[in-house]
C-alpha cells in the first residue's frame, strides 16, 4: 500500500466543513478587487506594446475591471469571467510581456591565461 492510498477517497462535505470556519465567502472577491489597480495598469502596459496588444483584447480586459460584481462569484458565468478570462489573461499577457524584454548582457568571460 502506497502513501497516498486513498488520498482521493474523500468526503467533500467533511472537507468543507474543516475548511469553512477558516475561509470567508467574500475571500475572492475580495482578493481580486484588491488587485484592480495595478490589474488597469497592467492592461495599459499591454496597450502600450505592439506585439502584446496585437494577441490580447484589451477592451475586453477594462469592460471586464469596470463593473465590479457585488455577488454572484460562485456562479459559473462570473466564475469563467473574472477567475479564468480576467486572471488567466492578465497572467499570459504578463509573461508576454516579461519574455519581450531583452536579455541582460553576458557576464564578460574570464580572461585565458597565458594569452
Given at each position: 500500500?502506497?502513501?497516498?492510498?486513498?488520498?482521493?477517497?474523500?468526503?467533500?462535505?467533511?472537507?468543507?466543513?474543516?475548511?469553512?470556519?477558516?475561509?470567508?465567502?467574500?475571500?475572492?472577491?475580495?482578493?481580486?478587487?484588491?488587485?484592480?489597480?495595478?490589474?488597469?495598469?497592467?492592461?495599459?502596459?499591454?496597450?502600450?506594446?505592439?506585439?502584446?496588444?496585437?494577441?490580447?483584447?484589451?477592451?475586453?480586459?477594462?469592460?471586464?475591471?469596470?463593473?465590479?460584481?457585488?455577488?454572484?462569484?460562485?456562479?459559473?458565468?462570473?466564475?469563467?469571467?473574472?477567475?479564468?478570462?480576467?486572471?488567466?489573461?492578465?497572467s499570459a499577457a504578463a509573461f508576454l510581456l516579461f519574455a519581450l524584454r531583452p536579455l541582460p548582457p553576458?557576464?564578460?568571460?574570464?580572461?585565458?591565461?597565458?594569452?
Amino acid at each position: 500500500m502506497t502513501a497516498l492510498a486513498g488520498f482521493w477517497d474523500f468526503d467533500g462535505a467533511a472537507i468543507q466543513a474543516a475548511v469553512a470556519p477558516r475561509c470567508s465567502p467574500r475571500r475572492p472577491r475580495l482578493a481580486l478587487a484588491l488587485d484592480r489597480d495595478r490589474d488597469r495598469v497592467l492592461v495599459d502596459r499591454i496597450a502600450a506594446d505592439a506585439l502584446a496588444a496585437s494577441v490580447i483584447d484589451t477592451e475586453v480586459l477594462r469592460r471586464l475591471l469596470r463593473p465590479w460584481p457585488r455577488s454572484r462569484w460562485g456562479q459559473p458565468l462570473t466564475i469563467a469571467r473574472y477567475r479564468n478570462l480576467l486572471l488567466q489573461t492578465l497572467s499570459a499577457a504578463a509573461f508576454l510581456l516579461f519574455a519581450l524584454r531583452p536579455l541582460p548582457p553576458p557576464p564578460p568571460l574570464p580572461l585565458e591565461r597565458g594569452a
